[in-house]
């Protein structure tokens, strides 16, 4: 079973920046996208950022601009770079990879918190 593991998380001022990683415990064949989502306290898990195995990447609005997604294919490695963060980014971020003939696998989160 392949578990994925996030790094990078923490507390941080509104307008400072974090880097997120997400590591798998072994290589993943047959990998096809891979993304990020959070869950604030009381909400619905959302997704942050998504990036397929071309490069293609799309955000969600809130994060257009300031969030930036990118991928190691060879380290199977996906990473959330956070710029500009805000206190409505704080969350539980959880990283995410689809495969081809599998079900995704999940991360156990990351928590970031952004104090004002």
């Known amino acids: 079973q392949v578990q994925l593991v996030e790094s990078g998380g923490g507390l941080v001022q509104a307008g400072g920046s974090l880097r997120l990683s997400c590591a798998p415990s072994r290589v993943i064949f047959g990998l096809n996208a891979m993304a990020w989502y959070r869950q604030a306290p009381g909400k619905q898990r959302e997704l942050v950022a998504r990036?397929?195995?071309?490069?293609?990447?799309n955000y969600a609005d809130s994060v257009k601009g300031r969030f930036t997604i990118s991928r190691d294919n060879a380290k199977n490695r996906v990473y959330l770079q956070m710029n500009s963060l805000k206190p409505e980014d704080t969350a539980v971020y959880y990283c995410n990879v689809e495969t081809m003939g599998a079900s995704p696998y999940w991360g156990q989160g990351t928590q970031v918190t952004v104090s004002s």
């Open positions: 990036i397929t195995s071309g490069g293609s990447t």
